[in-house]
């Protein structure tokens, strides 16, 4: 397949609402100007919390939801810092209204099956989004590629950058590009980018700074999936899984750490 031919193939999407996908869906539609944006509707607080708890227990779980409301209401305090990195790495927030949008309400609701039958994309990119389920996956024909802010495996899961800090281990700050499986970010890594946070940076940038700085890892590796030259890499690495830090941990590394 030639340069020219990959780049008019079709790829897809599959995103939540936010600015850090639209960074990354500007980014590919650069690359590949076919492509298709699936949109689908965020999981409720109420539904998301429910399901931690199950797993970790109502104090985690509360902790970490005080902890997703002060990064969320936070980012308001962040701005001029977040448009710092914006134009340090040239990325694009805005919404391209060029870009062909569907609109799904979940990533494994049958729409999002039958939008990927009708348009037949050379690969699926994930950000941002719910888990697919093992059932979802396998009905997918076309290589299935999720960014992950965060070092895998090391840092599987949320908030990959701030518990790299907190581990004394910034160098493994950075983000990956990998397969998708049933796991959380178990899948086989493609691409990794590190990159230093500045001490301004907290846990309402880390993310911003992780996408932004990592678009050409996405765009690398789309281009190998549609070539069909995909190739995981072998790292012998601890595997962990993270969480949203609760409150009180959160306030205590700010406050005695000075990592927020």
Not at 61 to 82: D, E, N, P
Not at 97 to 104: D, E, G, M, Y
Not at 112 to 125: E, V
Not at 164 to 188: I, P, Y
Request: with cysteine; hydrophobic share 45%; aromatic share 6%.
């Amino acid at each position: 397949m030639t340069e020219r031919e990959t780049r008019m193939e079709t790829v897809a999407m599959l995103i939540q609402p936010g600015p850090n996908p639209e960074i990354v869906a500007n980014a590919v539609k650069a690359a590949f100007p076919n492509l298709v944006v699936i949109e689908e509707q965020p999981e409720s607080k109420g539904l998301f919390i429910r399901r931690r708890a199950r797993k970790l227990g109502w104090v985690q779980a509360l902790g970490q939801l005080a902890t997703m409301l002060v990064s969320r209401y936070g980012k308001r305090f962040t701005a001029a810092r977040a448009a710092e990195i914006l134009e340090e790495f040239g990325a694009n927030a805005g919404i391209d209204s060029s870009i062909r949008r569907l609109a799904v309400p979940s990533a494994n609701s049958p729409d999002l099956l039958n939008a990927l039958q009708d348009m037949r994309p050379a690969a699926l990119l994930l950000i941002s989004t719910r888990m697919l389920k093992a059932e979802t996956l396998a009905a997918i024909t076309c290589p299935v590629l999720n960014l992950h802010a965060g070092i895998s495996p090391q840092y599987r899961g949320l908030q990959g950058g701030y518990w790299s800090r907190v581990l004394s281990d910034e160098e493994n700050f950075g983000a990956t590009v990998h397969l998708v499986d049933a796991g959380v970010d178990t899948g086989g890594v493609l691409y990794q980018h590190r990159m230093k946070p500045s001490k301004r940076d907290t846990m309402h940038t880390y993310p911003l700074l992780q996408t932004a700085s990592s678009t050409g890892i996405v765009v690398a590796a789309l281009r190998d999936a549609v070539a069909g030259k995909l190739k995981p890499l072998k790292i012998a690495a601890p595997s962990r899984q993270w969480y949203h830090p609760p409150i009180w941990t959160w306030l205590w590394n700010g406050v005695t750490r000075g990592i927020w």
